[in-house]
């Protein structure tokens, strides 16, 4: 079949459907996870947790288990599911989306709640209770003696309502009791239940659904579940080499060109350790569904709360990565943060990269290109104020000197872009300067890495083109000759001797009081 034949019978990519059902009746493409339904549907346990980014499949993972779980088996033809289950049994499901209960008032969120239970009362015959874990104890009991079967319950994005007012000791509270109460019965009324799975971004400790069900399974970094959401590279050669196949060619490159360019873009998530490499979903569908590498995941969330987050914990841009910690310290409660390690994580824009099984340590870093230049850009304004648009340009034109070589000439627009912006009031220290050379040359992501290790120190920065590596060493208030200087004498060029490139040395001073690049030295 030609490439222009495979076009015509490509499956559409499931932009914005959440809906397992509407996925398959639909005919859109569908990355098989049934089998991890199966085995968590019959698993020897009864209530699960899955804690995963936003937008990651969480969604669609609970649709799937409804529509399992319904006895829907003809939605189910052709999967991996089909050839395992045999019985396909059909249960009462009361499936709950909390996505949609944020910014709610303690009134308000109790109206959402009991809009989320009427449909079910109104199908079972119950005149609703006036409190809301009544409602549901009612309800839970009702299905269990009208059909015969136990019932399963899904809640979607439990902790939705709560996660916006996490860190507000005024509001946190009425609204967490709420949610208290509308969970509380998933406990008593066990004996009716014959599966109940949550999904979420964190823990809420204090909502009691942890401590009251002592015997909750939390499958977040249980090794058979390491890809139960997002896509593996394994799905995406099985499942998806015709659509990378086509991407390929609306940019001219080969399919192996092409599935390097996605894994630097979107790859490098892992929920455990060891894990398959995981791709965000979201970005990756959206990528073949209109041919473009961009930041999807990251440009449908403003993270305007993590950046709010990353100035009150005083952590400068070249310390979100990086980081070691045990699993205690990132998959843990948010209520009372001591730490941002935990929102990073737990929010996507840290990954698992690495784990010590002597010291049980996990190294914890930014997964792609895609959360290391999005975050870069939120950062921005902190250096350039109301300058960004400007600043952006002129990076734009920077990365475009540098992919030619011409590392002279980007040093000389960034100087003369730097006169231009007005002193910032935290420019009192050295820091302040290093920090913004990060976060700037970060942002040609595909091409820089930082604080890169060697046998006698770290590289400031080292990045890669096509035809270079450049190693740069930054100074503050002191010559680029003390840079170069530095660079000779702790041999730094030794250790990318095998790279395959020639490495350009380059030494650069920064002069607070003119408050840009005072000289450089390249070698």
Request: with cysteine.
């Given at each position: 079949?030609?490439?222009?034949?495979?076009?015509?019978?490509?499956?559409?990519?499931?932009?914005?459907?959440?809906?397992?059902?509407?996925?398959?009746e639909g005919n859109y493409l569908y990355i098989d996870k049934t089998e991890y339904v199966y085995r968590l549907a019959n698993a020897d346990a009864t209530y699960f947790f899955l804690s995963r980014p936003r937008r990651f499949g969480k969604s669609l993972l609970t649709s799937t288990l409804r529509s399992y779980f319904e006895g829907r088996r003809e939605l189910f033809k052709g999967l991996a599911i089909e050839r395992i289950e045999t019985e396909w049994t059909e249960y009462p499901v009361l499936h709950f989306d909390m996505s949609l209960g944020k910014h709610l008032g303690k009134e308000e969120l109790e109206r959402y709640i009991g809009n989320r239970l009427a449909p079910y009362e109104e199908l079972y015959g119950i005149t609703p209770a006036i409190d809301i874990n009544d409602r549901l104890t009612n309800l839970i009991i009702r299905a269990y003696e009208q059909t015969g079967q136990k019932?399963?319950?899904?809640?979607?994005?439990?902790?939705?309502?709560?996660?916006?007012?996490?860190?507000?000791?005024?509001?946190?509270?009425?609204?967490?009791?709420?949610?208290?109460?509308?969970?509380?019965?998933?406990?008593?009324?066990?004996?009716?239940?014959?599966?109940?799975?949550?999904?979420?971004?964190?823990?809420?400790?204090?909502?009691?659904?942890?401590?009251?069900?002592?015997?909750?399974?939390?499958?977040?970094?249980?090794?058979?579940?390491?890809?139960?959401?997002?896509?593996?590279?394994?799905?995406?050669?099985?499942?998806?080499?015709?659509?990378?196949?086509?991407?390929?060619?609306?940019?001219?490159?080969?399919?192996?060109?092409?599935?390097?360019?996605?894994?630097?873009?979107?790859?490098?998530?892992?929920?455990?350790?060891?894990?398959?490499?995981?791709?965000?979903?979201?970005?990756?569908?959206?990528?073949?569904?209109?041919?473009?590498?961009?930041?999807?995941?990251?440009?449908?969330?403003?993270?305007?709360?993590?950046?709010?987050?990353?100035?009150?914990?005083?952590?400068?841009?070249?310390?979100?990565?990086?980081?070691?910690?045990?699993?205690?310290?990132?998959?843990?409660?948010?209520?009372?943060?001591?730490?941002?390690?935990?929102?990073?994580?737990?929010?996507?824009?840290?990954?698992?990269?690495?784990?010590?099984?002597?010291?049980?340590?996990?190294?914890?870093?930014?997964?792609?290109?895609?959360?290391?230049?999005?975050?870069?850009?939120?950062?921005?304004?902190?250096?350039?104020?109301?300058?960004?648009?400007?600043?952006?340009?002129?990076?734009?034109?920077?990365?475009?000197?540098?992919?030619?070589?011409?590392?002279?000439?980007?040093?000389?627009?960034?100087?003369?872009?730097?006169?231009?912006?007005?002193?910032?009031?935290?420019?009192?220290?050295?820091?302040?300067?290093?920090?913004?050379?990060?976060?700037?040359?970060?942002?040609?992501?595909?091409?820089?890495?930082?604080?890169?290790?060697?046998?006698?120190?770290?590289?400031?920065?080292?990045?890669?083109?096509?035809?270079?590596?450049?190693?740069?060493?930054?100074?503050?208030?002191?010559?680029?000759?003390?840079?170069?200087?530095?660079?000779?004498?702790?041999?730094?060029?030794?250790?990318?001797?095998?790279?395959?490139?020639?490495?350009?040395?380059?030494?650069?001073?920064?002069?607070?009081?003119?408050?840009?690049?005072?000289?450089?030295?390249?070698?």
């Open positions: 079949m030609t490439r222009m034949e495979q076009e015509r019978t490509l499956k559409r990519c499931p932009i914005g459907i959440q809906t397992f059902s509407k996925i398959i019932v399963v319950v899904l809640i979607d994005e439990y902790d939705a309502p709560l996660l916006d007012v996490a860190h507000e000791e005024e509001e946190l509270p009425a609204l967490r009791n709420v949610m208290r109460n509308f969970y509380s019965p998933l406990k008593g009324c066990d004996p009716y239940l014959r599966f109940v799975f949550l999904t979420g971004i964190t823990k809420f400790s204090q909502l009691s659904i942890f401590s009251e069900l002592n015997n909750i399974s939390n499958i977040s970094m249980m090794k058979p579940y390491a890809a139960i959401c997002g896509i593996t590279e394994e799905e995406m050669l099985t499942q998806m080499d015709e659509h990378i196949g086509r991407f390929a060619d609306t940019l001219g490159l080969t399919d192996k060109e092409m599935l390097q360019r996605l894994k630097e873009k979107y790859d490098g998530y892992h929920f455990t350790w060891p894990s398959p490499d995981i791709y965000n979903p979201f970005s990756l569908m959206n990528a073949l569904a209109y041919s473009e590498l961009d930041n999807y995941w990251f440009g449908s969330g403003t993270p305007t709360y993590l950046i709010e987050m990353l100035r009150k914990f005083q952590v400068p841009p070249s310390q979100i990565g990086g980081k070691e910690a045990k699993s205690t310290a990132f998959d843990a409660p948010t209520e009372c943060l001591t730490s941002i390690t935990p929102l990073l994580y737990q929010s996507g824009y840290l990954t698992i990269k690495d784990y010590n099984r002597y010291s049980e340590l996990y190294t914890l870093d930014i997964p792609n290109i895609e959360i290391r230049v999005g975050l870069m850009e939120s950062l921005l304004p902190n250096y350039l104020q109301q300058y960004k648009d400007e600043g952006m340009t002129t990076i734009g034109r920077m990365y475009d000197a540098i992919r030619q070589d011409k590392m002279e000439e980007a040093l000389r627009l960034l100087q003369t872009f730097l006169l231009t912006v007005p002193a910032c009031d935290n420019t009192h220290y050295e820091g302040h300067y290093q920090q913004m050379f990060y976060v700037i040359f970060s942002l040609f992501g595909q091409y820089v890495d930082v604080e890169v290790r060697t046998a006698t120190g770290r590289v400031d920065m080292v990045m890669r083109t096509a035809t270079k590596l450049y190693l740069m060493e930054l100074k503050v208030d002191r010559s680029a000759a003390a840079a170069m200087e530095q660079i000779q004498l702790k041999d730094y060029p030794s250790r990318f001797a095998l790279c395959g490139l020639p490495v350009v040395k380059v030494g650069i001073s920064f002069d607070t009081e003119k408050r840009t690049i005072g000289e450089w030295v390249i070698e």
